[in-house]
């Protein structure tokens, strides 16, 4: 058993060096180097997507809120219509009323 130990222990060290030999060669610097270059222009892409996506939800909600503050205006002036139609109406639903008064009055007299 002691041999075997002593074995594997030395085919590690023998894996661990020949790959690091294997990492720090000149074909495996240009594999990283290529690796890199094409993160980066990964990474520029989806900043360009990030940045037209941060632009197109900018430009909805500015037109959102211009929506909303149309319909307020409209919503504001329906209301408008509303209380001068009912404050036109008034007088005339008053004068009717005194109107009806005051023949009562006659016809009691």
């Given amino acids: 058993m002691g041999f075997k130990k002593i074995g594997l222990f030395a085919l590690g060290t023998l894996f661990g060096s ?20 094409a993160a980066l222009r ?3 892409d989806v900043l ?3 940045t037209t996506l941060q632009e197109n939800c900018a430009d ?9 503050e149309e319909r307020q205006n ?3 002036a329906a209301m408008v219509d509303v209380q001068a139609t009912k404050a036109a109406d008034a007088p005339c639903d008053a004068q009717a009323k005194d109107d009806g ?8 007299e």
């Fill in 42 to 44: 990964a990474q520029s």
């Fill in 18 to 37: 020949v790959g690091v030999r294997i990492l720090s060669s000149r074909d495996a610097k240009k594999v990283y180097t290529h690796c890199t270059a």
């Fill in 60 to 68: 909805i909600y500015e037109e959102a809120k211009a929506i909303n």
């Fill in 74 to 76: 409209r919503e504001a």
């Fill in 101 to 108: 008064t005051d023949e009562a009055k006659e016809a009691v």
């Fill in 48 to 50: 360009d997507t990030v």
